[in-house]
Nanobody
Framework: EVQLVESGGGLVQPGGSLTLSCAAS????????MSWVRQTPGKGPEWLST????????DYATSVLGRFTVSRDNAKNTLYLHMNSLKLEDTSVYYC?????????????WGQGTQVTISP
């Protein structure tokens, strides 16, 4: 069973930084593409980034390009989202997902999400 557990969310001032983690289990992490998605109440899910299984091919949404960086440690079965220059509009619940289809937003597994709040 795919299990994904996000952590690292919290309250940060605008301009600040935060790193989220996603601990994976129940599957061969090093063989899976992983993604980060966020969702704000009242809005649809927003794809942020996808990293391939070995970490050498990464895509970012325009909204986070240059501010967010995705990485993974396959030895630790962990995915990361390093967020810099945070803005008020980055306030959301952040999810990691396994093998996400960006067109349908279907994934083989989702975490429970971690809340990120940007506030002065």
């Amino acid at each position: 069973e795919v299990q994904l557990v996000e952590s690292g969310g919290g309250l940060v001032q605008p301009g600040g930084s935060l790193t989220l983690s996603c601990a994976a289990s129940g599957f061969t992490f090093g063989s899976a593409g992983m993604s980060w998605v966020r969702q704000t109440p009242g809005k649809g899910p927003e794809w942020l980034s996808t990293i391939n299984s070995v970490g050498d091919d990464i895509d970012y949404a325009t909204s986070v390009l240059g501010r967010f960086t995705v990485s993974r440690d396959n030895a630790k079965n962990t995915l990361y989202l390093h967020m810099n220059s945070l803005k008020l509009e980055d306030t959301s619940v952040y999810y990691c997902a396994k093998d996400l289809n960006r067109a349908t937003m279907y994934a083989d597994g989702w975490g429970q999400g971690t809340q990120v709040t940007i506030s002065p």
